[in-house]
């Protein structure tokens, strides 16, 4: 079945403590990103990469670090959460970073993941 | 800066009830209207891509429609399994190749049996 996991799903967690959401993709996509979602805010982009060894900054990206080392994993790291971190994090993939006119849902199409729901106290 | 503006935040319909949510935009050039669907504890779903003006797309009891300034998603009949979060997306020329999407805050609908 082609999907995006995520792990953990939930974390309760203590400011300081560092911390690795892991995603995965079984879909031999190279675009991957992250986002997380607050109430009033909408999802919003942390990181993205658009293949393996390429990563570069979303939107909120303060606090937060990404590696992209194999094409199927992307994980976030929290070097020292803070309360302010606290939120519910997706993994996104999509099958090419290029925009595409012409080819349909698929290439333009990001898949999320199920979500991790972070605390951090 | 790109903007997307979803309304209403909240949607209560009673079952057959058909209804309308709105997505207003504005982005220096749209490449690409995203529609997602979100059930609570759930990833957002895709739904449709609209790329220009005037283009329509349909799955079953929704419909969306794009004009240069907004989109609807028209919702036939719901049923109480359409009860979720609508998204709306865009990505802009300003992007560049990165795929980045500015989200919407999203429309609650709850469908009432």
């Known amino acids: 079945e082609a999907q995006v996991t995520q792990n953990p799903r939930y974390l309760i967690t203590v400011t300081g403590k560092k911390l690795t959401v892991t995603c995965s993709q079984n879909?031999?996509?190279?675009?991957m990103s992250w986002y997380r979602q607050d109430p009033g805010l909408g999802l919003r982009q942390i990181y993205y990469?658009?293949?393996?060894?390429?990563?570069d900054k979303g939107d909120v990206p303060e606090g937060y670090k990404v590696s992209r080392k194999e094409k199927r994993n992307f994980p976030l790291i929290l070097e020292s959460p803070s309360p302010n971190q606290t939120s519910l994090y997706f993994c996104?993939?999509?099958?090419?970073?290029?925009?595409?006119?012409?080819?349909?849902?698929?290439?333009?199409?990001?898949?999320f993941g199920p979500g991790t729901r972070l605390t951090v106290l | 800066e790109d903007q997307v503006t979803q309304s209403p935040e909240a949607l209560r319909l009673q079952e057959g009830e058909s209804s309308s949510l709105n997505c207003s935009y504005t982005?220096?050039?749209?490449?690409?209207l995203f529609w997602y669907r979100q059930d609570p504890g759930k990833g957002p779903e895709f739904l449709f891509t609209l790329y220009s003006a005037g283009e329509e797309k349909e799955k079953e009891r929704l419909k969306a429609t794009l004009t240069k300034k907004e989109s609807f998603l028209h919702i036939t009949a719901p049923k109480p399994e359409d009860s979720a979060t609508y998204l709306c997306?865009?990505?802009?020329?300003?992007?560049?190749?990165?795929?980045?999407?500015?989200f919407g805050s999203g429309t609650q609908l709850t469908v009432l049996p």
């Open positions: 997306a865009v990505q802009a020329f300003s992007s560049g190749s990165a795929r980045q999407l500015t």
């Open positions: 879909m031999n996509h190279e675009y």
């Open positions: 982005v220096s050039g749209l490449r690409g």
């Open positions: 996104a993939s999509s099958l090419s970073p290029a925009f595409s006119w012409s080819g349909g849902a698929d290439y333009n199409e990001q898949f």
């Open positions: 990469s658009m293949n393996v060894e390429v990563t």
